[in-house]
């Protein structure tokens, strides 16, 4: 599947900028930002729930779709909900009754017996060895990048509707140079890979300055403020 160039205005404000990515049958994907970064309107788009303003969407299969927060009819029980996907089960618990991860496990249940060439998990949680299982291509959206490490090949860090890196595992780990300026009165922050020296060759020598490897979670808060 390709996004090319994809916007979307809501209201005449746009939310998402831009936008190109794309993912191979097979390959498992990570797209990752804090609340408000644009996950769930990008994930609508690539389900087909949502129309882009601008750009193109193509698809080369089947995208199945486990919305952020599933949602069922609540006093079904979970028999009847995949009874009329045509599966078997003695779970007689209400849907009402049961818990987050339990109503996201149900709606990836549902979608696999769809048999999809795509597999679209927005805010991924509690499905590890499914994901692990699944052959074709799959989506996770996150806003801890942690969460899904050990289960994608790369990511795409989206902030305030832009995608601002694309990087495989390793480009993930980074180091925070902290700049000491003013006689210690100021500071300035810089986000760098850990394996670059770039940054901090030009500060050696020049600039006071202390460095310390940050864990994924914290380089995306730096990803999303523009670091």
Wanted: aromatic residues 10%; without cysteine; hydrophobic residues 40%.
């Amino acid at each position: 599947m390709e996004l090319k160039d994809v916007d979307l205005i809501i209201h005449g404000v746009k939310v998402l900028h831009d936008i190109s990515l794309a993912v191979v049958k097979g390959e498992k994907v990570g797209i990752v930002g804090y609340h408000g970064s644009g996950k769930t309107l990008l994930s609508e788009i690539i389900a087909g729930l949502r129309r882009p303003s601008s750009g193109r969407v193509l698809i080369d299969g089947k995208v199945d779709y486990v919305p952020q927060v599933p949602l069922f009819p609540p006093n079904y029980t979970v028999r009847e909900v995949l009874g009329f996907a045509g599966e078997k089960s003695d779970d007689n618990r209400k849907i009402k009754d049961l818990s987050y991860i339990e109503l996201k496990k149900l709606a990836f249940r549902l979608q696999l017996v769809k048999d999809p060439d795509y597999l679209l998990v927005d805010e991924f949680v509690g499905m590890e060895n499914e994901v692990k299982e699944f052959r074709g291509g799959v989506i996770l959206t996150s806003h801890k990048p942690s969460t899904i490490y050990d289960l994608v090949d790369f990511f795409i860090v989206l902030s305030r509707g832009k995608i601002v890196h694309v990087t495989g595992k390793k480009g993930l780990k980074f180091k925070v140079i902290k700049v000491i300026q003013d006689g210690g009165n100021k500071y300035q922050y810089y986000l760098e890979n850990i394996a670059d020296d770039t940054l901090e060759m030009r500060f050696r020598g020049k600039h006071k300055f202390e460095t310390r490897e940050v864990d994924i979670d914290e380089a995306l808060l730096f990803l999303e403020n523009g670091f």
